[in-house]
């Protein structure tokens, strides 16, 4: 029997419905005034480095073209921006062209003029995140992480220089920053004084980065973090504060916190002085019911209880309307934001075709235009350059699913599968293994233009994209009440998306209940240092001996034995804390390296498979969907 864990309803945030002034429906949140000023704003996220398009869709060819595009047909002040994790270690990041790293070639063909800073920039280490900042073509954003020493406290422009003077992000491209402006829609002139004035629209941009990056980036960090989410806030607030001080009126957040209701909740716990919200980290797609989406795509929870839901609209503590937005990433979706402003700065009205803009041929087509020679050119070279690992491993009759919305929620059979490689490497006395769902970044199959699935080749590359932080297994011995402890943190927020969601090796049963307390967890300086509170989700827990035989953990929610110890494989990420696993439990567990790889430990698996007469196809491994996972997993 694989994991028997049952994912909740996503639990949501009061919204308020409607989402617009002049150009959709009257929404009495918005300002009455005349608008006088109009901004477009053209947005992403998450981009990851996926450069290469499956079948009608993605891929920098397309999505260049897309943004181009919506910028020529805007006719108004119009700003490109991202909210973090331009780039991670995708299989294209490995690649150089013509001696340039082929992705931040890609993204310089964007024409991003200011992105966020997110986690996974940080996954290839501090030295390598600095060398891609300064090859930018723009400037990044933070305000929530501090720098000292290194090489990345050389090229971050600290808050005290700019003091009373915010800069223009246009001179800063390759810094980081902790906020800047933008000249939308017009030109940059020096005048008399020497000083730089905007013969358009100014707007002023601020960064934010998650307050949990150590937990969440796959290496150590050094830099500072907020304490806890209301410094974080305090910090965001403190460069409303000084744009609003210089008479900047029209403010866009670019925000990476992993989750839309997060920056939701810094409008709705006090956040004044931004009029919007670009959200980044958690692949959030608002949309409304009558936005095209890709396949078998669907609007974020969320937008179950707002209509419309892109824009989201809060009103902040001051009063004033801030429109929260945010897209898919992997080069999927454009958002595309436009608005209109009264002589104050408030926003007055939504255009009616604000949404987000898929990223395939029909968009391509309906805007009139074709893939970027430029970027296409790109995308095949790297395509080519990736060719190589295109070898075929085994076959799968079904469709492996590593989607975000099912890896992070619920079993699946890539899960199952991944989580068995790990087992089967690590070998006794390990007899099971956990891992997170939010390792597993691609599915290996395919999926139409009607959501149908369908298996095929393994490749070497089908494992690169999956499996892309390729981190090291290692073997856990630790006693009963740290197992209890980790799974119960990999519980935390069960059904809403979370990357610490378990994915659990065969012979291991899991019963949890989700309406249960969730275990809240001791944080300094970013850190997991502890438990605050346990949790007391997990009803049952049995997992198998080495020797054979089963093991219960846990019977009617107590644990029997804590001190007992048991071994197990895992992630060396995981087992250092990441994500929040293993939670202040550094001195009660012995970690040893086992010297292989995920890619590799589920090659060598399928091929020990394949030899033996075993894997056929991967019957064992059969696909399911969301309704028929529901009456395999179970919750009490």
Known sequence: MKSLARSSAIPLIGIL?????????????????????RLVVLHASDLEGELVGNGESGGIARFVAVVEALRRSAEVPTIT???????????????????????????ALVGLEASALGNHE???????????????????????????????????????????NTPWLAEHPGRILPRGLLCAGGTLERGESGGLRCTGLTVGVIGATTETL??????SVTVGLPADFAALRRRVQEQADALAAEGVDIVVLLSHLQDVRREIALVDEGLTGVDVVVSGGGDDRLADPDDRLLGADEPHALCAEARPCYPLIRTAADGRPVAVVATDGQLRYVGKLGLRFDAAGVIAGIDADAGPVPVDDRSVAALGTGPDPAAAALEARVRGALDEARTTLAQSRDFLDGERE??????????????????????????????????????????????????????????????????????????????????????RGAGTGRGHFPQVSEGVELVYDPAAPEQVQTIVDGEVVGVEQPGRRIRRLVVPEPAGGRRVVVEAGRVLEPERPISFATLSYLARGGDGWFPGAADAIEIRPLGVHEQQALADFLADRAASGSWNEGAAYADFDAAEAKRILRRQ
């Not at 300064?134 to 003091?163: H, K, M």
């Not at 150590?214 to 290496?219: A, G, N, V």
Request: aromatic share 6%; glycine share 10%; net charge negative.
């Open 81 to 107: 921006v991202a909210a973090g994790d331009t780039f991670m270690p995708a299989p294209a990041l490995q690649v150089e062209l013509d001696g340039a790293n082929a992705v931040s070639a890609a993204n």
């Open 214 to 219: 150590r937990t969440i980036s796959s290496t």
């Open 122 to 164: 940080f996954d290839k280490g501090e030295d390598f995140l600095a060398e891609r900042i300064r090859a930018a073509g723009f400037p990044y954003l933070t305000a929530t992480v501090d720098f000292e020493g290194g090489s990345l406290d050389a090229i971050d422009v600290e808050n005290e220089a700019i003091a009373g």
């Open 406 to 491: 099912s890896v992070r929620n619920r079993e699946t059979n890539l899960g199952n599968l991944a989580a068995d490689s790990m087992a089967w490497a690590a070998g006794r006395p390990a007899a099971f293994a956990l891992r997170n769902g939010g390792g597993i970044r691609a599915s290996i199959g395919r999926i139409d233009g009607d959501g149908e699935r369908t298996g095929g080749a393994i490749t070497r590359l089908d494992l690169r994209e999956a499996f892309r932080f390729d981190n090291e297994i290692v073997l856990v011995t630790a006693p009963h009440r740290v197992l209890v402890e980790t799974l119960e943190s990999a519980l």
């Open 17 to 37: 419905t409607g989402c617009a002034g002049t150009g959709k429906a009257p929404d009495p949140r918005l300002s009455a005034a005349p608008a006088d000023r």
